[in-house]
């Protein structure tokens, strides 16, 4: 009687089931874009000859696929399975833009393709799940006109998620950039003398 094999067999067997009950069933990994909900249609560009769009500066940390939540005071952690589809300093330069363009109705090009004597810049420092189960967007803005600071704004505002879920996440962080967008236009008009 060879007593040596039995445990072999039973250690393989063992650490096939082993193997079976960790695979379980696979997460699906889901991505958000970030987009304008303007309809998409071809046409011309004509430049604004008023506004122009200067940098948009983003917080490192937001500057990653995953969408980031608070865990604990000062902590964030990024999703693992829900992320942004693209970089989020990309998407977040083109999402404003397209969102200051209709805020202003005239096409707002960046200040190197532009002569607008108004130009805007943005920095967006904060943009997170909150531990309340908010989305938290804290953002700055500045208008620049002949070389030189006109007026400087603070953009601080939470919105509740309308279900739970990273996907109500990135739509109420979408809904607070919008509203962002919205208000550098009216700044914009204002600075102009046209608001």
């Not at 069933?25 to 769009?53: I, W």
């Not at 962080?173 to 550098?184: D, N, T």
Request: net charge negative; proline share 5%.
């Amino acid at each position: 009687m060879n007593t040596g094999i039995q445990p072999v067999k039973l250690a393989t067997i063992a650490l096939g089931l082993l193997l079976v009950a960790c695979s379980g069933t696979p997460v699906d990994n889901h991505y958000y874009l970030l987009r304008s909900e303007l309809p998409e249609q071809s046409r011309g560009l004509t430049p604004s000859s008023r506004f122009a769009m200067g940098g948009v500066n983003v917080a490192p940390y937001i500057d990653q696929a995953g969408l980031i939540l608070e865990v604990s005071p000062g902590q964030v952690r990024p999703a693992r399975h829900h992320q942004w589809a693209e970089p989020m300093a990309g998407a977040l330069n083109n999402f404003l833009m397209v969102e200051v363009s209709r805020a202003v109705r005239e096409d707002v090009f960046p200040e190197a393709a532009s002569d607008a004597p108004l130009v805007y810049s943005v920095r967006i420092d904060q943009l997170h799940g909150t531990l309340d189960g908010d989305a938290l967007l804290v953002a700055y803005w500045w208008i620049r006109g002949n070389n030189q600071e006109l007026v400087s704004y603070q953009f601080t505002e939470t919105r509740a998620l309308a279900r739970d879920g990273y996907a109500a996440l990135a739509d109420a962080q979408k809904a607070l950039l919008l509203e962002l967008a919205r208000r550098i236009g009216e700044s914009l008009l204002e600075a102009d003398g046209a608001g």
